[in-house]
């Protein structure tokens, strides 16, 4: 009887070593899954922060350019008037934009869709279409004074169309028709808290969302205020307060919307979304509670995406070579050895 009862115990043992070594493993993957955005944001350290494709004589990109026809085509709007006020080149419009609407003395920083780039064309088209055509053709100005000189109005509140920016379109015939948003900076409430350390992009150090068993949903991207990507010239926009576009004008239009991979991995995090959420398939949730359905429509106006090597990127832009998570799952199942050194591979293999 005893040698059946050892055997039986060597059995017993050597199950409790796998189940010992799954646990290993799982842990390892739940540490891995934590750092990925970590690894996120040293790896783009190492990209240029203003990439923005091909330039051509005048040093415009072809992002610009496309980007400026996209707003061009909404003849009516305020956005397409201040685009074809810089793009006129004769004196007189030089000096009225010089007197009446530089950045220095009326604070206008410009339009929502210029003022950022995505990394991925894709997310750039979910990003706009969240944010709706009258939010991406906003007038951003860093100013109060800045929003009160763009329209003028008599004693019974009517707009002087001879002021303001429907005086400067009058100058060149052309009219706004409807109304439009402007965002002041300086009355936006900014975003309190760290950035993340060493990131020349100045991204929020924002804390990872978690379920209620406290780990962090494997199909998080990132939030999308942190996925904009600034050029120098827009890095270097602050308010009076010392916050930057990052904390002020995007924190305030996506808050803690969060990216998640697919429609279904969003809706089983549904628990730790409370600001809304999107997937790279095109679920949209809102905000808490409030999910938008049907199908994705096109996008008049988007932000410029920085590069088309999208084959060579995850859809956010970081370069994972297609591995994410849960394909490390799949170590669990193999020998200590084995599944230990596939993890770590996933791991350097970044």
């Not at 350019?65 to 305020?78: G, P, V």
């Not at 096109?298 to 920085?306: G, H």
Request: hydrophobic share 35%; glycine share 10%.
């Amino acid at each position: 009887m005893s040698r059946p009862n050892h055997h039986q115990q060597q059995i017993n043992l050597e199950i409790k070593r796998h189940e010992d070594n799954i646990k290993f493993l799982q842990s390892e993957i739940n540490r891995l899954s934590e750092s990925i955005l970590d690894l996120q944001v040293s790896l783009g350290k190492h990209l240029p922060a203003n990439g923005t494709g091909t330039t051509n004589e005048s040093g415009t990109t072809l992002a610009e350019k496309d980007e400026t026809e996209q707003i061009l085509r909404h003849e009516k709007s305020a956005a397409s008037l201040l685009c074809r006020l810089n793009l006129l080149k004769s004196p007189h419009t030089t000096q009225a934009l010089n007197l009446a609407l530089t950045k220095d003395v009326l604070g206008i920083v410009g339009i929502v869709a210029t003022l950022g780039r995505v990394d991925d064309d894709n997310l750039s088209r979910l990003l706009s279409e969240y944010l709706g055509l009258e939010t991406m053709l906003a007038i951003v100005c860093r100013t109060y004074e800045g929003v009160k000189v763009l329209e003028k109005y008599d004693a019974d509140g009517t707009i002087i169309s001879t002021a303001g920016i429907h005086g400067l379109g009058s100058s060149i015939g052309k009219s706004i028709k409807g109304r439009f948003l402007v965002i002041c900076l300086e009355d936006l409430s900014p975003y309190v808290g760290g950035f993340v350390a060493d990131d020349p992009q100045r991204k929020l150090s924002l804390p990872k969302p978690k379920l209620p068993n406290g780990e962090c949903p494997p199909a998080f991207l990132d939030y999308a205020v942190n996925t904009i990507n600034l050029d120098d010239k827009n890095l270097d926009c602050l308010t009076s307060g010392g916050h930057g576009l990052r904390e002020t004008l995007f924190y305030s239009l996506f808050s803690r919307l969060q990216i998640y991979r697919t429609r279904a991995e969003m809706h089983l995090a549904l628990p730790c979304i409370n600001d809304g959420a999107l997937s790279l398939d095109g679920g949209v949730i809102k905000k808490s509670g409030v999910f938008i359905l049907g199908s994705r429509k096109d996008i008049e106006v988007k932000f410029p995406a920085t590069s088309g090597e999208s084959n060579k990127c995850d859809s956010v832009g970081f370069p994972f070579n297609g591995y994410w998570p849960k394909d490390l799952l799949k170590t669990k199942h193999a020998g200590q050895d084995g599944g230990i050194s596939r993890l770590l591979g996933f791991f350097f293999h970044l």
